[in-house]
């Protein structure tokens, strides 16, 4: 699936990826990797808020499965995540983003 649709999907199927101000900036085989502004997911101490990290890394997966599901022809299945555990290292002090996909 392209970028430029997952991040359209994202935004119809799931309107908190719009309040976050989630982009899709790059698709690679066997990954995403999705952005978003620090601005509008900042906590009372200007840095990233954990809430906006967590949703992000669940918009992540939820992204990565959906694309993989696209891809193969499946639109029509039920994804749910049904678990997510997080780990805070350090604060996010910049535009939140992931790793580039493998």
């Known amino acids: 699936m392209r970028a430029d649709r997952l991040e359209a999907l994202l935004h119809h199927a799931i309107p908190l990826a719009g309040a ?5 900036a790059e698709v690679g085989v066997g990954g995403i ?3 978003a502004p ?4 900042r906590n009372h ?14 918009l992540a997966g939820w992204s990565l499965v959906r694309a993989g599901l696209a891809d193969e022809d499946l639109d029509g299945a039920r994804l749910v995540i049904q678990r997510h555990e997080i780990d805070f290292g350090a604060p996010a002090t910049g535009a939140l983003t992931g790793p580039p996909p493998p």
């Not at 620090?38 to 997911?41: C, K, Q, V």
């Not at 101490?45 to 669940?58: P, Q, V």
């Open 33 to 35: 990797r999705l952005q």
């Open 20 to 24: 976050l101000q989630v982009r899709v």
């Open 45 to 58: 101490r200007g840095t990233g808020f954990g809430g906006s990290l967590s949703a992000l890394g669940i």
């Open 38 to 41: 620090l601005a509008p997911n």
